[in-house]
């Protein structure tokens, strides 16, 4: 079994930053690509950052600039810093990781969510 938790949501003021991070546990072999979603209310989760284990990434167009996804492959865990916070990124975050099992088996799991809400 494999678990995602998410820790670092809450609430900031525009302009303020935000540190997420989320940690892959369980009988695990590898964690291949780990990334960002969120979803707000009203609207169809999307994407927000990806990374893969050898580093790359790739982020929305609208988080460009302002947020960086890293992660730690010893600690099987993802970051996602977030800087000049905005009202329109209150949303719910989701972890989501491609994760290879003890078994040999690559399924796609995603963590419970951690709230932001950015004040104006």
């Known amino acids: 079994q494999v678990q995602l938790v998410e820790f670092g949501g809450g609430l900031v003021q525009a302009g303020g930053s935000l540190k997420l991070s989320c940690a892959a546990s369980?009988?695990?072999?590898?964690?291949?690509?780990m990334g960002w979603y969120r979803q707000a209310p009203g609207k169809q989760r999307e994407l927000v950052a990806v990374i893969i284990k050898g580093g790359s990434t790739n982020y929305a167009d609208s988080v460009k600039g302002r947020f960086t996804i890293s992660r730690d492959n010893a600690k099987n865990t993802v970051y996602l810093q977030m800087n000049s916070l905005k009202p329109e990124d209150t949303a719910v975050y989701y972890c989501n990781a491609d994760v290879r099992s003890s078994s040999m088996r690559l399924l796609n799991y995603w963590g419970q969510g951690t709230q932001v809400t950015v004040s104006s």
């Open positions: 369980g009988s695990i072999f590898s964690v291949d690509t």
